[in-house]
């Protein structure tokens, strides 16, 4: 029997941004739609608006009412704003925002019910997008929320094939991090990391670096105390519970001398801590994961972009390097459950008897 191709859920993101020029763009090349079912959440009036203002390649689009309607080998699109809505291309406005929530919580209703496999966002105006409903510093917070309260296991990855970078804090002001800062989050954080290496990047012993907070690494309480009575307990605790995680290490040397090439993962402190080195490195291709969600959710690792919004500047690789990594990262979820799901029951002699084989379960045998 031939397997159903993955739906993947698509928000429109801020309309008056590079959101619908990205997806355009990607979706011109039609063998994408061999490896998976896309459903756009947005307005094929919106985006039959940005393809002619850019002279964009055509896109046939499929206008469906439900994504249960979505057709294999087609580009679907779910119109589920205001039709009417002005799109002004490079200015944040307070229609555009809406439009971006009204796709994203679509589009999220349809990732809880099941009738989409993945979500992949378009860059939102975390300012415009604000309302009763949405009270949050990013998609990031919204989605740990709306899945039911995962909030604290939500951790944002910024990621290519061989750089992935975690956040302990995320979209918070900086003089607020080092209050918020402590040796449980530190080790919520790995714990979750850890498990998303293995089964959402098929890792088998991830190895992790933490980053310190201050300025080499504190030098030893001189420029900080973090260090020794956070972060290297934080390491402690965290090994004790499997995670093999080292460090902390200055973030400037981590990163200027190559040494993220020898880690599976990389924990920093901070937003710019982790994402100044990351998009130096990665912008092109990047992608933002977010981990510790009982669904997939990756976006462009780059933003609305007003600066060039409308001039058939943007790349859409990042875009597309989203795309395929939610399909990857639900691939390896569907291997690991599996693989885990029916652990293997050790065998063993009993040596002090008459040697009558016994049968244990995992947990029986992990206690001998």
Known sequence: MEEQQIR?????????????????????????????????????KIAAYHRKSLELPQVNMNIINQAEDAQGNRVNIINCVDEEVKVELA?????????AYQALEAAVKDLKRGVIDVLVTAPINKHTIQNETFRFPGHTEYLGKSLGDQEEKALMILMTESL????????????????????EKIVDKLVVFNQALKQDFNIIKPRIAVLSLNPH????????????????????????QGVLSFGPYAADGFFGSDMFERFDGVLAMYHDQGLIPFKTLSMENGVNYTAGLSVVRTSPAHGTAYDI?????ASEESFRQAIY??????????????????PLRKQYFDKGGDNEKLDLTQEEADTI
């Not at 200015?91 to 439009?99: F, H, L, Q, R």
């Open 8 to 44: 993947v859920g698509i928000t429109h993101g801020d309309i008056n941004g590079v959101g619908y020029e990205v997806i355009l763009k990607t979706f011109a090349d039609t063998r994408i739609t061999e490896l998976c079912t896309p459903v756009i959440y947005g307005s094929s």
């Open 91 to 99: 200015k944040p406005t307070p229609a555009a925002g809406e439009a």
């Open 164 to 183: 992935r970078v975690a956040l302990v804090t995320g979209h918070i002001p900086l003089p607020e991090v080092p209050s918020q800062i402590s040796q």
């Open 217 to 240: 690494a504190g030098d030893s309480g001189l420029l900080g105390n973090e260090e020794e009575t956070i972060i290297i307990p934080a390491i402690q605790e965290a090994e004790k």
């Open 309 to 313: 919004a409308g001039q058939n500047l």
């Open 325 to 342: 990594s939610s399909l990857d990262i639900y691939r390896n979820r569907k291997i690991y459950k599996k693989a885990t799901a029916h």
